[in-house]
């Protein structure tokens, strides 16, 4: 972005020295150089920067005189460059004062304006002549760069399946009931976090995808649809239990636990996975043929140890995803650019999508339609082709507008 020059603030009319006091030259240049620090020390503090901000659109318009022969083309570019140029201080300055002496006297003062923010990407609304000029009239994204980060607006939409377990022979046989009674506490610990909304399906497995297809799905037909929505999550947890034991005894042995924690993004696409292990020994002095009848109480505390945590690792393998940036690919039909998220997953009409550009930094998208588990986005320069877009993989933020 090109910088700009502007003289620096002259005092008002201030009054000479008395007779015997300064050189009206020193004079001038110790008001200049106060002037100016109040300056430099003021203007930081009230324009704010876009690095502590989130990015925003907004509009200007850039001027140029038309000179003659070959000048159109060059003005409609030093008419752009304006506008931008105004459309990024929208987003705050850097000040920076330069003062030249030469033996006392100013020969040179001047003030550096930089803009703050960074124009991600434009499109010109209008443009014309108007009199001796040209005129472009932009609206602009400015801001930061895009950058990954935790988003408090993103909401996850988690259907939970039937979950798998994978038992060793000589685990007794109410390792069945801990798993079950792991899986209710990774459900409840779904239950409360306030950005998820948990969909139960745990007597149905994880439908196949690629085995069957929907139309001739069993389950599908008689039941309904189980399969996560586009934009949606699968969680399904893996139980795998082992005893390591010795001899025909138990005494001394440990049954383990492994949890392997899975959340796949439209029920396929591994999103996050967590795998845990936890193990509690089997009281000393057991005979193998005892292991299976326990007493109801110690077989609730061998439960609770297998358990403890995995909860709370589940709760921030979620976290962990929801940090993750918001993606989905654009389909192009009928004209219309969409995604399959939408209110349900946390988007506004307020959210930005963006994706690399060629001419800019950034190809920016805003939503025109939204809804519940969908959104319409366009590109915010008008001129760019949405085939061009079709098939590119976006990432939403959020945006002041």
Known sequence: MPEALVPAARAARLPLPARGGLPWCKARRQVFLVLLWLVLGTVPSLLPTLAQAEARLVEATGRAVIEGGAGMDAARRRALEDALLAAALQGGAEVRGHTITNQSVITSDTTLVRPAAQVLD???MAEGQ????????????IGPPPQAGCSA???LQITAYQPQLRMDPQV???GIEVAGAVTDQLLAALDRHPAVSLRRATGTPLPDAGRTAPGFDYT???RGSTAPAPGDLAFVPVFTLTLAAGGNSL????VVLDTDLQLRAGGTTLAAQQVLRSETRLP????????SVLAGQTRLQMAAELAQGVDRQLV???DQLLCQPMTAQLTLAGGRLTVPLGRRHGLTPQSLAFTRGEDTPWNILEIVQLGDASAELRPIDRNRPLNSLAGRTIQFMAAAR
Do not use: D, K, M
């Open 316 to 318: 921030a393998l979620v």
């Open 130 to 141: 108007s009199g001796p000029f040209w005129q472009v009239t932009v609206r602009a994204l």
């Open 122 to 124: 434009y499109g010109i």
């Open 153 to 155: 607006r993103r909401h």
């Open 284 to 291: 000393p002095h057991l005979p193998l043929r005892s292991a």
């Open 172 to 174: 007794p046989a109410w």
């Open 220 to 222: 599908a037909l008689t």
């Open 251 to 254: 005494s001394g042995a440990r």
